[in-house]
Nanobody, 120 residues
Framework: QVQLVESGGGLVQAGGSLRLSCAAS????????VGWFRQAPGREREFVAG?????AYADSVKGRFSIWRDYAQTTVNLRMNSLHPEDTAVYYC????????????????WGQGTQVTVSS
């Protein structure tokens, strides 16, 4: 069983930066693939970035967001630069065995989400 807790959300002006963290319980967490997803009001949950043996990014965030894993802290972090108002959403981290996939239904464990609001 893996329990995930996101942190680091908040309110930021357009062009600003935030770092989200996904902390996990369980010593095997470092072997899981982790994805970051986001969901804006009235929209479906969408893939943002993932890390397994490699990394992957949604086209909308490529070059602005960076995902990395801190093995010592058992966290997966998402650095978000050059934020746009369109990045406003609740951000979730999720974990699964196997490789990176972009469909949220393929992930087994989810955090509770953290709100990111980007003002114009």
């Amino acid at each position: 069983q893996v329990q995930l807790v996101e942190s680091g959300g908040g309110l930021v002006q357009a062009g600003g930066s935030l770092r989200l963290s996904c902390a996990a319980s369980g010593r095997t967490f470092n072997s899981y693939t982790v994805g970051w997803f986001r969901q804006a009001p009235g929209r479906e949950r969408e893939f943002v970035a993932g890390i397994g043996w490699s990394t992957a990014y949604a086209d909308s965030v490529k070059g602005r967001f960076s995902i990395w894993r801190d093995y010592a802290q058992t966290t997966v972090n998402l650095r978000m630069n050059s934020l746009h108002p369109e990045d406003t959403a609740v951000y979730y981290c999720a974990a699964r065995r196997g490789g990176i996939v972009r469909g949220p239904d393929e992930y087994d464990y989810w955090g509770q989400g953290t709100q990111v609001t980007v003002s114009s």
